[in-house]
């Protein structure tokens, strides 16, 4: 951490932040406190801009090229599961949904849509690796689910998606609701954020309402595209966590596809 100290100055104490990539930090001294991260997207400046995550303080570029962002260290806590209920949710997604700002500057640094045809190709090919996982029938029936509702999800207008609608990711700070940790975000169907809230937190009798709140019908063509994104994710989870032999947790995602592909057979 001395390339932080080197920024910051003595007076300033700096822990790690945790996180999967290891380049976030906690800085504070007397007069302020600041959440630091090397290597942000560019994308941050906007979202601050947005409201959307806390302020960004200053960015600074490193002699090696390492940009460094700092923004507001809030006091807060994460949303409990039961809270994903609450309407703010619902609005503050739909705002980034809507946002041409942030799609305009997520094109601009290079993402590209995210076609649903991709993901597909990209499944088999990884399915193709190994015969004992495509043995499984849960992914077999999974995969043959993809293709057959492919058609029918192909061309729908692409937005801003987080692509984690995890609770641990939104931030109640005075107050103020925020979405945070944008490192997997992509130019895709708002249905794959959608789903992930639909079907992780909200009770399906409660459907309706929240997609009011939204801002949308709910309509039978949004909630197949729910679901093929969903069963894609799970079927990329079980192969991950299969490549990586972490057989528990793969067992639990392919518990996760049997229920998913309940559902679709149900619906």
């Known amino acids: 951490m001395n390339w932080l100290e080197n920024i910051l100055g003595a007076d300033w104490t700096i822990t790690p932040a945790g996180g999967s990539t290891g380049e976030a930090y906690y800085a504070h001294s007397e007069r302020k406190r600041l959440f630091l991260k090397r290597n942000s997207s560019p994308f941050l400046a906007v979202l601050s801009a947005e ?5 960004l303080v200053w960015t600074k570029r490193m002699e090696n090229g390492d940009v460094i962002t700092a923004q507001e260290w809030l006091e807060g806590r994460e949303l409990t599961p039961e809270e994903m209920q609450h309407p703010r949710v619902a609005k503050l997604l739909s705002k980034i949904h809507h946002s041409s700002e942030l799609l305009d500057m997520l094109m601009r640094i290079g993402k590209r849509p995210i076609k649903p045809e991709d993901i597909l190709y990209e499944l088999k090919s990884n399915i193709r690796i190994g015969e004992e996982i495509a ?3 849960e992914v077999y029936q999974a995969m043959k689910h993809l293709e057959k509702m492919l058609p029918s ?15 641990n990711n939104w931030l109640l700070s005075n107050g103020q609701l925020y979405l945070i940790d944008w490192d ?3 130019v895709a169907d708002p249905a794959m954020d959608i789903g992930m809230i639909l079907y992780w937190y909200i009770p399906e ?8 709140r939204y801002g949308i019908d709910r309509e039978d063509q949004l ?20 490549e990586r032999e972490e057989t528990r947790k793969a067992a639990q995602r392919l ?3 049997k229920r998913l592909l309940n559902r679709v057979t149900v619906n």
Request: hydrophobic letters at 40%.
């Open 51 to 55: 409201g959307i995550v806390p302020k």
């Open 135 to 137: 043995a499984q029938i």
């Open 153 to 167: 999800i192909q061309k729908y207008k692409q937005v801003v998606c987080h692509c984690d609608m995890n609770h």
């Open 184 to 186: 997997n975000a992509k």
């Open 205 to 212: 009798y409660d459907w309706d309402d929240w997609l009011n």
């Open 223 to 242: 909630i197949d595209r729910m679901y093929w994104y969903l069963i894609a994710q799970s079927v990329s989870y079980f192969l991950w966590y299969k």
């Open 255 to 257: 518990d996760e596809l």
